[in-house]
């Protein structure tokens, strides 16, 4: 089977089975040589230097890459908070509802 297959089977995959897929990946590349890393990265420029060569892929300027990464961290830093909150919460409200058991 090639990469093309298994990238795309991989994308049907529902979200939590990608995210354990990926984890698992990444994982893997701990066990590359410091050469194997550099042959890994050397291949990754010289394929993403051929898809913009080819024309096959949107060269996006900096300041938009930036003005994104930037929304994208502030959504993740508000979503976090409001996890933390809502975490919080459901602690003293359960924490309330076991002392009121016991008392």
Same mark, same amino acid.
């Given at each position: 089977?090639?990469?093309?297959? *298994?990238? +795309?089977?991989?994308?049907? /995959? ?10 698992? /990946? @990444?994982?893997? @590349? ?21 898809? *913009?060569?080819?024309? /096959?892929? +949107? @060269? *996006? ?5 930036? =003005?994104?990464?930037?929304?994208? @961290?502030?959504?993740? %830093? *508000?979503? %976090? ?12 409200? =359960?924490?309330?509802?076991?002392? =009121?058991?016991?008392?």
């Amino acid at each position: 089977m090639d990469t093309a297959t *298994i990238e +795309r089977e991989a994308l049907h /995959l529902p979200v939590s089975e990608r995210a354990k897929l990926a984890h698992k /990946l @990444l994982l893997s @590349l701990d066990d590359l040589s410091e050469s194997e890393v550099e042959a890994a990265w050397f291949d990754e420029a010289e394929r993403r230097a051929r898809e *913009i060569d080819q024309g /096959l892929v +949107r @060269l *996006i300027p900096a300041e938009e890459v930036s =003005r994104k990464a930037r929304d994208l @961290l502030r959504w993740v %830093t *508000i979503f %976090t908070r409001a996890l933390k909150l809502n975490t919080l919460k459901q602690s003293r409200s =359960r924490s309330s509802h076991d002392s =009121r058991r016991f008392t």
